[in-house]
């Protein structure tokens, strides 16, 4: 089922063409439990729900370049030695925080599998650069017109 959804996650990420998706070893994902913060009741106190998950970018067997690109993300969850660092406690129960977890974390790798197109700067064409500026006079008339109507004829 997993790998179902990480190609689907995949599949998102790069806009719905045929893409393989990025798989990260289960081995180099750190999973740990931990207490769920905000309401809850009494299950909060007694029930490690929420899911820790680290995952060391430089250790990890993903192509350097898909590498250069996590590191280079501006995330707050990306730390300064290059460790994701993903909190996951939407759910009630571990086991479904743990599959949020690693399935945001495939999605966050699939993000910057493909590199982003190099963006080319243009210029306005001539032809269009006329159709503004014969837009511009036009609307300039129209509010030349606005002004008080004199009663001299």
């Known amino acids: 089922m997993l790998d179902k959804l990480v190609t689907e996650v995949a599949v998102r990420a790069h806009g719905g063409g045929p893409v393989e998706p990025l798989r990260v070893r289960e081995d ?85 599998a493909v590199p982003q197109k190099v963006r080319r700067a243009t210029k306005p064409s001539y032809s269009s650069k006329q159709r503004l500026r014969a837009a511009k006079i036009q609307r300039s008339s129209v509010k030349a017109l606005r002004g008080r109507v004199s009663q001299d004829a």
């Open 28 to 112: 180099e994902v750190e999973l740990s439990a931990i207490r769920a913060q905000g309401a809850g009741g009494q299950n909060v106190n007694k029930v490690s729900s929420a899911i820790h998950l680290r995952f060391d970018i430089g250790a990890s067997s993903l192509p350097d370049d898909v590498k250069f690109r996590l590191l280079a993300l501006n995330d707050s969850r990306i730390s300064k030695s290059g460790v994701l660092v993903m909190k996951a406690q939407q759910h009630r129960t571990q086991e479904m925080n743990r599959f949020d977890a690693l399935i945001r974390l495939y999605e966050l790798v699939n993000s910057v």
